[in-house]
């Protein structure tokens, strides 16, 4: 790691006991009951780093050989073009994962980097321990499995759609096209987006001040209502 962590633990006691459901639970850890994960963690070896805002995960380069899951925080997967300007691949938060589909596949060397956008904890389990039955034969190691395969389709689902995205040719389309999406999936014209303006152009791939005037053009046609990261379709 390039960056200097705030700390470094293996999974407390009590991290991840009884009490109301982390909302991540319901993941990665679908369909594992409460009460069996202290002991899942530990035979995957879970660790826990915490990293201030700002500071980078991994780096493009880099070898990883854990998965990640954000137990609090915010994650942005970035790549840095030929001219230096960075690119938003994705922007996650506490409950997802990132990394599992290149540590799976092998890579050697990462081809994006992971940025803290804030205060964040991520939890690291070894890759595997993931994919092998340990001695002890798990009851809940098989739904691990089945889940972590899961949760990289639809990493490649979202991946077409940010395909579907980028090969929209103007700035007005690729605003509508993620507008729509984020519409369908919190299924209702009202809705919040993760993205600052200044993360919404680099999501998009387009200039700040482009954004900008396009949504204003927008908005004054009434095909959409909008304050700071709030939207409404019309």
């Known amino acids: 790691m390039q960056q200097k962590l705030r700390h470094s633990e293996a999974m407390p006691k009590n991290r991840m006991g009884t009490g109301k ?10 369909g594992i009951e409460e009460t069996d994960l202290q002991a899942m963690l530990k035979c995957l070896n879970a660790v826990q780093k915490s990293y201030y805002q700002g500071e980078m995960i991994f780096l493009e380069g880099e070898e990883i050989t854990s998965a990640c899951l954000i137990v609090k925080g915010k994650v942005q997967l970035i790549k840095d ?7 938003i691949l994705s922007e996650m938060r506490e409950g997802e994962t990132f990394g599992e589909a290149y540590v799976f596949s092998g890579l050697k ?24 039955m340990c ?15 899961k949760l990289i389709a639809n990493k490649n689902i979202h991946l077409s759609g940010r395909i579907e995205l980028l090969s929209k040719k103007t700035i007005r389309e690729r605003i509508l096209f993620y507008l729509q999406s984020e519409k369908l999936k919190n299924k209702n ?36 209502e909008f304050n700071k990261n709030y939207f409404k379709l019309m």
Not at 121 to 129: A, D, E, H, L
Not at 136 to 149: P, V
Not at 203 to 222: T, V
């Open 81 to 87: 073009d030929f001219e230096g300007n960075k690119v």
């Open 135 to 149: 001695n002890s034969a798990c009851t809940f190691h098989r739904k691990l499995i089945e889940n972590t395969i």
């Open 21 to 30: 459901k982390r909302e991540f639970i319901m993941r990665l850890f679908e």
């Open 189 to 224: 014209s009202e809705f919040e987006i993760p993205f600052s303006r200044n993360s919404l152009a680099e999501y998009l791939c387009a200039d700040r001040s482009a954004l900008s005037r396009e949504l204003c053009n927008l908005r004054n046609e009434k095909v959409l």
């Open 109 to 132: 060397a990462i081809p994006i980097s992971a940025l803290s956008v804030e205060d964040t904890t991520v939890m690291y389990i070894n890759f595997n321990r993931i994919i092998t």
